[in-house]
């Protein structure tokens, strides 16, 4: 796995695109930069078992280089599932098609290079949508998720993972603090991290848990519960 070394520059950061730098080194910079990765995947692995239906469609929207899908293609084998990835990265897709390629699945894998907010689907069992709401224009993020909610069968699931913010500014100041140590005890250096939020400025905008709920509730979703958090990181489940 290449390393992140990307914001390691003394240069002004460029606003935080997902390009082709960014594709090269994402599972490095996944696995350092978001809290129990693995385990929220394994998590989500759990909870579609437990709802999905043999023929059902698991779309991964900003699938990026493809792990999660890549995870439950191997877990729910038996499930005879379909599995859709959409990103409007190609350099992301790329990479997703190469790794799955490598682990036999690309036949069970289709890769979609599309605008989420523009996708349409229908009958899906489970939709996962892992650290990319935030990324999506606030002014749009009701009506997507309820064009995702309109989009699932009844019964199924919608799998949501955010960075959330505070609204309290000592926990805001408390949990963020808590983020730069995880960071710089995986190697990123004060000047890496204060470069990458510089980069992230007004293109990731976090809500707060609060906030989520709410839009989640207002895209259809009567039942809503977080399933996991780590100070700002944030895995909730929407049942339609
Ligand atoms: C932080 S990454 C998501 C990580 C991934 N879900 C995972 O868990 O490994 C965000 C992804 O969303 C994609 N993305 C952002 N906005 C998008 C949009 N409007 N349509 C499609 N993909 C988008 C980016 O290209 C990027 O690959």
Not at 53 to 65: E, I, K, M, N, P
Not at 150 to 172: A, C, H, T
Request: charged share 25%.
């Amino acid at each position: 796995m290449a390393r992140d070394t990307l914001f390691d520059t003394a240069a002004p950061a460029d606003k935080f695109e997902f390009n082709e730098r960014v594709a090269d080194v994402f599972d490095d910079m996944l696995d350092r930069s978001v809290p129990f990765y693995k385990e929220v995947i394994e998590m989500s692995a759990e909870i579609l078992g437990g709802s999905l239906q043999a023929g059902d469609a698991v779309y991964d929207l900003g699938c990026s280089t493809g792990t999660t899908l890549l995870y439950l293609a191997r877990m729910l084998e038996a499930k005879n599932l379909r599995f859709i990835g959409v990103d409007n990265s190609k350099a992301m897709l790329d990479k997703a098609l190469r790794k799955a390629r490598m682990f036999s699945l690309a036949e069970r894998i289709d890769f979609n290079e599309q605008d989420i907010t523009r996708a349409q689907f229908s009958g899906a069992g489970g939709v996962i949508l892992n650290y990319t709401l935030q990324f999506i224009n606030p002014a749009v993020r009701l009506d997507f998720l309820n064009t995702i909610y309109n989009g699932l069968r009844p019964g199924g699931v919608l799998i949501l993972s955010e960075k959330v913010v505070s609204r309290d500014k000592g926990f805001k100041r408390q949990f963020s603090d808590s983020y730069h140590q995880y960071k710089k005890n995986r190697g990123y250096s004060e000047l890496e991290i204060a470069n990458k939020r510089e980069a992230l400025e007004n293109v990731l905008i976090p809500l707060s848990i609060r906030e989520n709920m709410d839009l989640l509730s207002g895209a259809g979703f009567s039942r809503v519960e977080t399933f996991f958090q780590w100070f700002n990181f944030v895995s909730f489940i929407g049942r339609r």
